[in-house]
T-cell receptor
Framework: SQELEQSPQSLIVQEGKNLTINCTSS?????LYWYKQKYGEGLIFLMM?????EEKSHEKITAKLDEKKQQSSLHITASQPSHAGIYLC??????????????FGKGTHLIIQP | GAVVSQHPSWVICKSGTSVKIECRSL??????MFWYRQFPKQSLMLMAT?????????EQGVEKDKFLINHASLTLSTLTVTSAHPEDSSFYIC????????????FGPGTRLTVL
């Protein structure tokens, strides 16, 4: 079965600094999703990547999927307190996985220090 | 964006009782919904796939008779935890894919179950 490794597990960053979270798969990624979760709450969709080399940005968050489609990174520029939370990467279990659930990494707990 | 709701948001029950959790897609139709479980400080684990009009598909290790899933309509799936025990205490989250645009999974806000 596919496993997703996220690093780091936790991250403390001073407000205004940039940061990167990584997600590595043991198998080729067919669809890679990034979500943000406040502890004990639901997931907020950030971005989805499908093609090798794809890069998407929304506000101060940029996500990339490498050419081999086995690693993705999430980069936050000029971090703000509102960015604090748990970031989860998830992947389709199979190719064209519209009918399948997602496999998730263990998450990266991000804390922003004022 | 599309909205998925869950009810209740939290529930406390006695050991041995059954609890039903509802997952609704509010502004789209979902032929497929998913149920996940999340233990404290752990990631989400897929429990089962709920298919409208047919039987649910369970992940390995998930007891079908304990976690009953019904997907009676294109906007509603229910998860019933039967004869709940303290080890079933967890955060249960559902998600749904729009039947017409299945790229994104929309997640509900979750239901926190505590079994005493």
């Amino acid at each position: 079965s596919q496993e997703l490794e996220q690093s780091p597990q936790s991250l403390i960053v001073q407000e205004g600094k940039n940061l990167t979270i990584n997600c590595t798969s043991s198998k080729t990624l067919y669809g890679l999703y990034w979500y943000k979760q406040k502890y004990g709450e639901g997931l907020i969709f950030l971005m989805m990547l499908q093609k090798g080399g794809e890069e998407k940005s929304h506000e101060k968050i940029t996500a990339k999927l490498d050419e081999k489609k086995q690693q993705s990174s999430l980069h936050i520029t000029a971090s703000q307190p509102s960015h604090a939370g748990i970031y989860l990467c998830g992947a389709d279990k199979v190719a064209g996985g519209g009918a399948d659930g997602l496999t998730f990494g263990k998450g990266t707990h991000l804390i922003i220090q004022p | 964006g599309a909205v998925v709701s869950q009810h209740p948001s939290w529930v406390i029950c006695k050991s041995g009782t059954s609890v039903k959790i509802e997952c609704r897609s509010l502004d789209f139709q979902a032929t497929t919904m998913f149920w996940y479980r999340q233990f404290p400080k752990q990631s989400l684990m897929l429990m089962a796939t709920s298919n409208e009009g047919s039987k649910a598909t369970y992940e390995q290790g998930v007891e079908k008779d304990k976690f009953l899933i019904n997907h009676a309509s294109l906007t509603l799936s229910t998860l019933t935890v039967t004869s709940a025990h303290p080890e079933d205490s967890s955060f249960y989250i559902c998600s749904a894919r729009d039947r017409w645009t299945s790229d994104e999974q929309f997640f509900g806000p979750g239901t926190r179950l505590t079994v005493l």
